[in-house]
């Protein structure tokens, strides 16, 4: 960037110099913008403007920061790839869909999580619950509650979108505004180089060859409402796998209910 200024001076002297003779007729000038189009345009960023501290770019590096200082809410991530095993036609998946309540009051938290796909090694599919209450914390596999496996089910209470979802850094605002999960919403913009991407290891080979991507943050409460991610990759590993993949990434997050304190219980057969 410290070399713009001086190839547009150079750019510009050069467009003097080499046009003399034009600008003397009418045809010769630029076309210039309605004065009233100007003040409406102005008008409408200025009412779209997100609210003072969210105005410059934002770093997100985890799109479930701040929750825990809010009373309750609840939220929905999603893990989906679609592909094959990288130099093969031999198709590979992932799907992990997981929804999280959080109790500020009782600290209590609630985890259910659906998975399944060759990648997260479950091809069948699995569905598992993990809630915990204070200290206590509880873990149900299918319809049976797991007795001796504290340590499991605190782990598994205290999965996070971040760990999954991951976020965005240098997210620019777009002064687009809207009701996003019932929260007044600002949209910010990111590129591929700002993507933090936890699930995805890179190498060398690895390419993001497109991207389709959007961030909505409420400012009232500092939090990420919907984060969305879709990436075509190759030659990247996905979470623990070790072998390369090409295809489809989709992550997504939308957090619900903010304010809306839920009832955790300990959950039905412990």
Do not use: H
Not at 247 to 267: A, F, K, S
Request: charged content about 20%; some cysteine.
């Amino acid at each position: 960037m410290r070399y713009a200024f001086p190839l547009l001076l150079l750019t510009l002297i050069g467009l003097i110099t080499g046009c003399r003779g034009r600008g003397l007729t009418p045809e010769d000038l630029p076309t210039l913008v309605p004065p009233a189009e100007v003040v409406s345009t102005s008008i409408a960023l200025t009412e779209n403007a997100p609210p003072p501290g969210y105005r410059d770019a934002l770093t997100v590096e985890r799109v479930d920061r701040n929750l825990r200082e809010l009373e309750g809410w609840r939220y929905e991530m999603l893990l989906e790839f679609d592909g094959v095993f990288a130099q093969t036609s031999r198709p590979t998946t992932a799907f992990a869909r997981a929804t999280v309540w959080y109790n500020q009051i009782g600290d209590a938290r609630r985890v259910v999580v659906e998975s399944s796909g060759e990648l997260l090694q479950r091809p069948e599919g699995e569905v598992f619950e993990a809630v915990r209450l204070g200290p206590d914390a509880f873990l149900v596999r299918g319809s049976n509650c797991l007795g001796n496996a504290e340590d499991d089910a605190r782990a598994a209470s205290a999965i996070t979108a971040g760990d999954l979802v991951g976020g965005a850094r240098n997210a620019l605002p777009t002064s687009q505004k809207e009701i996003i999960n019932g929260e007044e919403s600002w949209r910010y913009d990111f590129g591929q180089g700002d993507l933090i991407l936890p699930a995805v290891r890179f190498a060398d080979d690895t390419r993001i060859t497109s991207m389709n991507s959007e961030m909505w943050v409420a400012p009232e409460y500092d939090a990420v409402v919907r984060y969305w991610v879709l990436l075509s990759i190759e030659n990247a590993r996905l979470l623990s796998n070790d072998l390369p993949v090409t295809g489809q990434l989709l992550l997504q997050y939308d957090l619900y209910d903010i304010g809306n304190v839920p009832n955790i219980t300990v959950p039905f057969g412990c």
